[in-house]
């Protein structure tokens, strides 16, 4: 069974473009999520999308945004990146999102912010 | 609020000696714990987890955890180290019953394991 793909694998952006990044979860995973990891703030929340359905949504600006699409398939866009933005995205999924399921994590996207 | 706390952002060890990642919590409610390893250029890793039952959980490549309620901790544990174990770990909770959907994760302690 194919993990959990990410894409693109890097991205090199300017302050004030966009950006969007792609998640293809595990195969019957319905629950995506996604992470912020940097090395002054560890891991971050971002939000939770289940049945396109976003269920939680971590302390961002509105800049960061997602969607969910009907396959399970989630995107996840940045508007008028900042330095700070700079950072690895990582996708999770899992079958429900429940309490107790463990994460399966994609490799990330490192987004660079020039 | 859920919260995690890795006291230590780095562990260093001989290889074949003992291991030991700490990690404490912080919740309302009770627990689910985890613990996650992330190797260079690399997605995090699922090792064990924490629901309920007994307080030694046995995870993936040797490792184990023990859940100790009035400590608030689960310290990540291996008995004999090996180069291979040389990753970033890091430990996470989920608060029951709040189901919100995210895990909270510790700031990540880095394992040197030196031959």
């Known amino acids: 069974k194919a993990g959990v793909t990410q894409t693109p694998r890097y991205l090199i952006k300017t302050r004030g473009q966009q950006v969007t990044l792609s998640c293809s979860p595990i195969s019957g995973h319905r629950s995506v999520s996604w992470y912020q990891q940097t090395p002054g703030q560890g891991l971050q929340f971002l939000f939770e999308y289940f049945s396109e359905t976003q269920r939680n949504k971590g302390n961002f600006p509105g800049r960061f945004s997602g969607r969910q699409f009907s396959n399970s398939r989630s995107e996840m866009n940045v508007s008028t990146l900042e330095l700070g933005d700079s950072a690895l995205y990582l996708c999770?999924?899992?079958?429900?999102?429940?309490?107790?399921?463990?994460?399966?994590f994609g490799s990330g996207t490192q987004l660079s912010v020039l | 609020a859920q919260s995690v706390a890795q006291p230590e952002d780095q562990v260093n060890v001989a290889e074949g000696n003992p291991l030991t990642v700490k990690c404490t919590y912080s919740?309302?409610?009770?627990?689910?714990l985890f613990w996650y390893v992330q190797y260079p250029n690399r997605g995090l890793q699922f090792l064990l987890k924490?629901?309920?039952?007994?307080?030694l959980v046995k995870g993936s490549y040797g490792f184990e955890a023990e859940f100790n309620k009035s400590q608030t901790s689960f310290h990540l544990k291996k008995p004999s180290a090996l180069v291979s174990d040389s990753a970033l770990y890091f430990c996470a909770v989920r608060e029951v019953p709040a189901n919100d959907y995210k895990l909270s994760f510790g700031a990540g302690t880095t394992v040197t394991v030196r031959a």
């Open positions: 919740v309302s409610g009770n627990p689910y």
């Open positions: 999770a999924s899992s079958l429900e999102g429940d309490t107790n399921e463990k994460l399966f």
């Open positions: 924490y629901i309920t039952g007994d307080n």
